[in-house]
């Protein structure tokens, strides 16, 4: 606790989850803006685009024909990055140069890489969605990761929506990767989570929540089962987590109340954030829990099962925060307070959005 | 070792200085590329510019005009991150609670940010400008280090080039960060220097540097004091570091030889990657080496002073390589092999730049 005034003076706040710092200069919010502005897109209208692969109907390059699908539609990602083969086998051999061997660690890699189409329609996102359609969506989720999780000791689902994230289909959809190995990520969190838990005894996520709930200052939508908050330790702008009020180690344990209101909650905050710059706002989002494969024979009590909503943008619909130099180099920095960010997303409405008439 | 064919299949290698993995996928180059196009810039052409408040001459927006300078010029951030400030005075009391102290942790961050003008005239960039006056730029980055290190204890000097950097000026320059913290990134690259020293009573970076010029396969450019190379952990497609071929901790260590040695090979390097696809190549570049204020007193033989050079371009000039999704959720990926960036890299020329008829 500090007797700083934390909207003013710059200081750095500290990320449990990562045990890593951000620095925050609020301050800095007042400074002119002189450089790469991102061309303005309008939402893709067109529902449906005969030569886009990912639409139903359509023969993707490889030749396989998409079927006429209704709700969602999962394949195989045409280049992964991971897949199965087969290594040389080889003899064990002891190796006599330990300092090598610390300077040039190698593993091979094995995976397996889905992309899911959300809806049909191209012209649509999950917050323009129906709510039950996303409830779709997050079934595949589960039925996807349950399959997975049996070969793999880790699934990552994640979206980039929006060019600006390196999206290179408009169509909405999502990717799934699993690997055999456990990402830095993912062992970073585990290892501070676990360290909390032997520490307090409590789970670290469910702790942060009760305070946060509590504050009030950093939530921005809430319902039944699920809150949305600014991290006190967010890296970009309007970066969100959103976390079950209940203890949750996986996403397969989510109970039908749960997705039904996991759906709920997802459209409401997506509404808020296309109505923040009235655009298609741009994102990265994923979900973290307890790994799988051979760690689900393992305690996992420590881990909170979360969604990371990590959008770019800082000041309008075509200026973004740029993660370079400093925040490369040394460590993340923000101008805009999580305080601030989560005071204005929940000021803006959560079911009317800025391109569709209320009904 | 192993004996996995890792030009062709996909495999995680890690990087000893932070402590984490990469996954590197090489048979992906294949895919096709649908997504952002950045707009193609030609280089600044603009010798002077009367609006620029980087440029001689010039009065800034707060009011100040600047000297009508001949080689480097230096000034505070007109909005600094991090500056000087009393905090309030305040009894340390203890606190009833030790969860909530663990989530959320603050502290003051004080500190000093400065610009510092390569040159004055706007059209350069250090891979045009003359090697002599390169070597003006080294020597006053370490004059500002020496001044700096004996109040702060980390000193991040770090250029961001290009508007895809986020760079908002044209204007050859960089910028010095310094503050009273240690940053994540110096942070973890110290303690993970101390463990391999103390394990195996070598230099990291220097053993590592002894492998690599046996090896010659990631090494792109040298000279009598210095080697660039693409390290065998590399995340951005071309990224590559930049090392001394003797033990040094700190820039401020840096002899004569070194110096001009160091202008000599920045230059050769910088105009490898303005050839790479024949345009002003944007990064992020900045410097790593033992931390000063009160850690000058502290052991530091760990260390090993290093330039880092992150350039996100992957295909062309308009290209980049997106870090989103998998990447910021779970662990950096890469299409592009460490080898054959250095391959490509090294066989481009280190004199003759391709926009400069040669003499
Ligand atoms: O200080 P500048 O050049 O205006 O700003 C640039 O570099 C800073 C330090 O890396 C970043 O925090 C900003 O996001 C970036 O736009
Ligand atoms: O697989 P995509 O959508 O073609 O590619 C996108 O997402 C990947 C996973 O985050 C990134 O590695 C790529 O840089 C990005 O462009």
């Given at each position: 606790s500090t007797?700083?005034?934390?909207?003013?003076?710059?200081?750095?706040?500290?990320?449990?989850?990562?045990?890593?710092?951000?620095?925050?200069?609020?301050?800095?919010m007042k400074r002119p803006w002189k450089g790469q502005v991102e061309a303005s897109k309008n939402p893709n209208s067109l529902r449906f685009d005969p030569t886009n692969p990912l639409c139903p109907n359509v023969t993707?390059?490889?030749g396989q024909t998409n079927p006429d699908y209704k709700?969602?539609?999962?394949?195989?990602n045409d280049f992964p990055a991971l897949f199965?083969?087969?290594?040389?086998?080889?003899?064990?051999?002891?190796?006599?140069d330990p300092?090598?061997?610390?300077?040039?660690?190698?593993?091979?890699?094995?995976?397996?890489?889905?992309?899911?189409?959300?809806?049909?329609?191209?012209?649509?996102?999950?917050?323009?969605?129906?709510?039950?359609?996303?409830?779709?969506?997050?079934?595949?989720?589960?039925?996807?990761?349950?399959d997975l999780s049996t070969k793999y000791n880790w699934v990552q689902i994640f979206e980039n929506k929006g060019e600006i994230m390196g999206c290179s289909n408009p169509h909405p959809h999502c990717q799934v990767w699993a690997s055999n190995f456990i990402p830095n990520e993912i062992n970073r969190e585990g290892k501070n989570q676990f360290e909390f838990y032997k520490k307090h005894g409590k789970v670290m996520l469910v702790e942060y929540l009760n305070r946060e709930l509590a504050s009030k200052e950093r939530i921005v939508v809430q319902n039944d089962s699920w809150v949305v908050l600014v991290p006190y330790w967010a890296v970009w702008p309007y970066e969100t987590i959103l976390l079950p009020k209940r203890h949750v180690t996986r996403i397969d344990l989510l109970n039908e109340k749960e997705i039904e209101l996991l759906a709920e909650i997802m459209k409401k905050l997506l509404i808020k954030y296309d109505n923040l710059f009235k655009c298609t706002f741009p994102?990265?989002?994923?979900?973290?829990?307890?790994?799988?494969?051979?760690?689900?024979?393992?305690?996992?009590?420590?881990?909170?099962?979360?969604?990371s909503y990590l959008p770019p943008l800082?000041?309008?619909?075509?200026?973004?925060?740029?993660?370079?130099?400093?925040?490369?180099?040394?460590?993340?920095?923000?101008?805009?307070t999580p305080e601030k960010a989560a005071a204005q997303l929940r000021e803006l409405s959560d079911s009317v959005h800025y391109l569709i008439q209320s009904d």
């Amino acid at each position: 606790s500090t007797s700083l005034d934390l909207d003013e003076f710059p200081h750095t706040r500290y990320n449990p989850l990562k045990d890593e710092w951000v620095l925050v200069s609020p301050h800095r919010m007042k400074r002119p803006w002189k450089g790469q502005v991102e061309a303005s897109k309008n939402p893709n209208s067109l529902r449906f685009d005969p030569t886009n692969p990912l639409c139903p109907n359509v023969t993707r390059p490889n030749g396989q024909t998409n079927p006429d699908y209704k709700e969602t539609f999962v394949f195989d990602n045409d280049f992964p990055a991971l897949f199965e083969y087969s290594e040389p086998t080889e003899e064990p051999k002891s190796s006599n140069d330990p300092i090598g061997d610390d300077l040039f660690k190698v593993q091979a890699a094995k995976g397996s890489c889905k992309v899911m189409c959300f809806h049909p329609y191209s012209d649509l996102t999950l917050s323009t969605m129906k709510q039950n359609d996303i409830v779709n969506v997050i079934k595949k989720w589960i039925e996807m990761y349950k399959d997975l999780s049996t070969k793999y000791n880790w699934v990552q689902i994640f979206e980039n929506k929006g060019e600006i994230m390196g999206c290179s289909n408009p169509h909405p959809h999502c990717q799934v990767w699993a690997s055999n190995f456990i990402p830095n990520e993912i062992n970073r969190e585990g290892k501070n989570q676990f360290e909390f838990y032997k520490k307090h005894g409590k789970v670290m996520l469910v702790e942060y929540l009760n305070r946060e709930l509590a504050s009030k200052e950093r939530i921005v939508v809430q319902n039944d089962s699920w809150v949305v908050l600014v991290p006190y330790w967010a890296v970009w702008p309007y970066e969100t987590i959103l976390l079950p009020k209940r203890h949750v180690t996986r996403i397969d344990l989510l109970n039908e109340k749960e997705i039904e209101l996991l759906a709920e909650i997802m459209k409401k905050l997506l509404i808020k954030y296309d109505n923040l710059f009235k655009c298609t706002f741009p994102y990265t989002m994923g979900f973290h829990f307890a790994p799988c494969g051979k760690y689900l024979d393992e305690p996992q009590e420590h881990w909170q099962f979360y969604a990371s909503y990590l959008p770019p943008l800082l000041r309008s619909a075509s200026v973004k925060k740029f993660m370079v130099g400093y925040e490369l180099l040394a460590q993340p920095q923000r101008d805009l307070t999580p305080e601030k960010a989560a005071a204005q997303l929940r000021e803006l409405s959560d079911s009317v959005h800025y391109l569709i008439q209320s009904d």
